[in-house]
């Protein structure tokens, strides 16, 4: 259950708690290199001038609160670099951070990351399908917001789950540019008096997007800057434990009631597509070593055109040319590469059986075995 509480301790991990207080200080309190991942939402020092008001002269609900209001850049910049290197000093060696800002405060937030020494990975563009208009006139319509995702360290081996988003995105490549709705309707939270709970509050398709693809269920997502919560109700649907720190009691008190509200997913449908190279390596002698392919036996192109026999140390003759699977496919077809195991298959019972279908009969086997 999600609690509101103040850090007593740094020796046990708070999961699944909002913490009340400073971002800094409360990240300082914390054991180091304990987090997977820290999506971060801070102030965007938006500099406001004087009130906003509509055609109809109505005044715009704009984000004039007093924790977006800094003194200058230059306190903007000291707030950003010492709460980088409190969020660095928690993440894993593996471990990676997102940050969201808008054109006032992501470039100096930016350039602050990789000052700290974190090595970006991707800037995401999230484009507002639906954004607030321009009142005013005198500016293009600001319609999106950017993201950086970072890793801790240059070299880091950060989780990335390509074929789980290529499959949200109807199996096609996911892209840089997100095109998602801002929070509107039933999601938009109201406070009290039915007025917005949070200025800036983000769209659960941004965050489910973000923790799909760059953590795996069990890990442990940071949210220095959680507000009413959005980063901890999509890490409890997705099975991630988080982590939430927020100063203003307002928040938390909407953040609490949203979570106790929120399920998580069974665990069945927590599983999402991996990628093949997560897979086990399997040498293609082992399928001859276990005696589901046989030396001597010859092997067939699946587009019917070429044949090559086996050998005892698993590579292949045919056509005057010899080597491994993939060295064999690619010379009989003239080709700079190629995987042999979806190019090659064997004749079974009057049947044509993959090859890799005997890899994957051993990868299955292998996720059987006790760890």
Request: charge should be positive; glycine fraction near 8%; aromatic fraction near 8%.
């Amino acid at each position: 259950m999600t609690k509101m509480t103040k850090l007593k301790s740094a020796d046990a991990l708070p999961l699944n708690t909002i913490l009340d207080g400073d971002c800094i200080e409360v990240m300082n309190g914390l054991p180091a290199a304990s987090v997977d991942l820290i999506f971060a939402d801070p102030p965007y020092n938006l500099q406001l001038r004087g009130d906003l008001h509509r055609p109809d002269n109505s005044q715009v609900d704009a984000v004039d609160d007093a924790w977006d209001q800094f003194a200058s850049f230059e306190a903007y910049d000291r707030f950003t670099r010492e709460w980088l290197a409190a969020a660095r000093r928690l993440l894993k060696p593996n471990g990676a951070i997102w940050v969201i800002g808008s054109y006032h405060n992501i470039f100096r937030v930016g350039a602050a990351l990789q000052d700290a020494g974190f090595w970006v990975l991707n800037d995401v563009v999230w484009r507002k399908s639906n954004p607030m208009p321009n009142f005013r006139g005198k500016r293009l319509t600001n319609a999106h917001e950017t993201l950086i995702w970072a890793s801790r360290d240059e070299g880091a081996k950060y989780t990335f789950n390509y074929e789980a988003l290529k499959a949200l995105n109807e199996g096609i490549q996911m892209r840089s540019d997100w095109v998602l709705p801002i929070c509107t309707g039933h999601e938009r939270l109201k406070d009290e008096n039915g007025d917005k709970a949070h200025p800036t509050q983000k769209p659960e398709s941004l965050l489910h997007r973000v923790l799909l693809g760059t953590t795996n269920p069990g890990d442990v997502v940071l949210d220095p800057f959680f507000g009413t919560g959005t980063t901890g109700a999509v890490a409890k649907m997705l099975g991630r434990d988080f982590i939430g720190i927020e100063r203003e009691e307002s928040y938390r008190l909407v953040a609490e009631k949203r979570l106790r509200n929120v399920r998580r997913f069974d665990k069945a449908a927590l599983e999402v597509s991996a990628s093949k190279r997560a897979e086990p390596r399997i040498p293609f002698g082992q399928l001859i070593e276990r005696g589901m392919l046989r030396p001597g036996e010859e092997l067939h192109s699946l587009n019917g055109r070429h044949k090559a026999k086996l050998r005892a140390d698993g590579t292949l003759v045919g056509d005057d040319v010899k080597g491994s699977i993939h060295q064999v496919g690619a010379a009989l077809e003239g080709a700079p590469s190629c995987n042999g195991w979806t190019y090659w298959c064997i004749r079974r019972e009057g049947k044509q059986v993959p090859i890799d279908v005997f890899r994957q009969q051993i990868r299955a086997e292998m996720a059987k075995r006790p760890n």
